[in-house]
């Protein structure tokens, strides 16, 4: 089975994350890594940590000579940026973790609650994801995303302009990023049980990432005002392509299995939370009102969450294609997606 656990805090010494459960002999090196974590640091609206700290992927384990040996991935991610690790604080912060954090840890510094809670522990999801990226690779599949628009605005040139206005007043801004999966097979994911479903599983990986609210695949929320006659993918055959559709308002998942078109999500993520203007708050010791605690922050994060969001998409379809044609090495993988494969397009 293919699982990940990520650990470490924001301005602690490292973050890890260790992926159990990949095939032996893929090809993988700290580069494949490197450039998602890169690519997770970019993005207008962006903070000042992402100038100072460029991450880099150590692989402490599970690989030798450039190949997976079929033993746990560890990935350390050192910090660089560590001076806030000390400071503690106590005006709580609207919108994060920090009040039903510190009630539920029962905590009365609330950097014990941040330093987890921060978004910076999605560097360790990317760095797994970056793993699955590249054993989706040696199949075709391809994970990617794109920005569809920030404070509703459609088009690059405005998302600055808006992102730009925010950070001016000391606002921050949300949006909607859509991830696409393409030449994911037939058969991942299955009806069978409800924790099977590919779109349920997908949702969940895309929705537990922080700030998002609100998850669609296919038309999604857009169903909600059509006849069933405008919206389900009619199905045609032809002897040189199979079974095919001509439309995907589905996004790729019926039944809770992909149906062989592109996967296409979108999910809603909530303007950033820290805000340099501060919202109205309460310290967590004296309860006198106070102004939130600021701390460097991004205005906008929308590219990087939609990184983050290849990145757990690209887990889960890993972990999909490894329960349909699951093997020990990559060797034997192949094996069981080519007799697959065989059986599928003789149908
Ligand atoms: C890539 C990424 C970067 C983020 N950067 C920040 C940030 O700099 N400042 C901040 O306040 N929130 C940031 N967030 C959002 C917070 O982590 C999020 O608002 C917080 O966890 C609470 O959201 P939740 O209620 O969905 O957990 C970021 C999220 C992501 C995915």
Wanted: charged share 25%; net charge neutral.
């Amino acid at each position: 089975m293919l699982r990940y656990i990520t650990a470490g805090e924001s301005h602690g010494q490292a973050l890890v994350a260790i992926l159990e459960g990949c095939p032996a002999n893929l090809p993988l090196s700290a580069d494949d890594i490197d450039r998602d974590l890169a690519r997770r640091q970019e993005g207008y609206g962006r903070g000042p940590r992402m100038q100072i700290e460029k991450d880099k992927a150590e692989i402490i384990s599970g690989l030798r000579l450039g190949k997976t040996i079929g033993s746990p991935i560890a990935i350390l991610l050192a910090n660089k940026s560590k001076e806030l690790f000390d400071k503690p604080f106590t005006q709580l912060r609207p919108g994060h973790a920090d009040l039903a954090g510190a009630l539920k840890y029962d905590q009365k510094d609330v950097r014990n609650i941040l330093e987890r809670a921060s978004a910076r522990e999605t560097a360790g999801r990317v760095a797994a994801g970056a793993v699955c990226r590249r054993l989706l690779q040696e199949f075709n599949i391809n994970v990617s995303s794109r920005t569809v628009s920030i404070g509703g605005a459609a088009s690059e040139k405005e998302w600055k302009t808006l992102i730009d206005q925010a950070r001016e007043k000391g606002d921050s801004l949300g949006g909607i990023f859509e991830l696409m999966i393409t030449g994911a097979p037939v058969g991942l994911g299955s009806y069978v049980q409800w924790d099977e479903r590919l779109d349920g599983n997908l949702a969940r990986a895309v929705m537990a990432i922080p700030g998002v609210k609100g998850v669609e695949i296919g038309l999604g929320f857009a169903l909600a005002d059509q006849l069933g006659s405008k919206v389900h993918d009619e199905i045609f055959y032809d002897k040189k392509r199979g079974f095919y559709h001509k439309t995907n308002n589905a996004g790729g998942i019926e039944g809770g299995i992909s149906n062989g078109e592109s996967i296409v999500i979108r999910a809603v993520m909530k303007p950033i939370s820290t805000l340099r203007t501060p919202l109205q708050s309460v310290d967590l010791g004296t309860k006198a009102p106070v102004s939130a605690h600021v701390e460097r922050s991004d205005v906008c994060a929308i590219e990087a969450a939609g990184i983050v969001g290849e990145a757990v998409a690209a887990f889960e379809i890993a972990r999909a294609w490894l329960e349909k044609f699951g093997g020990d090495s990559l060797e034997e993988v192949r094996d069981n997606f080519s007799a697959y494969q065989k059986r599928v397009s003789v149908l």
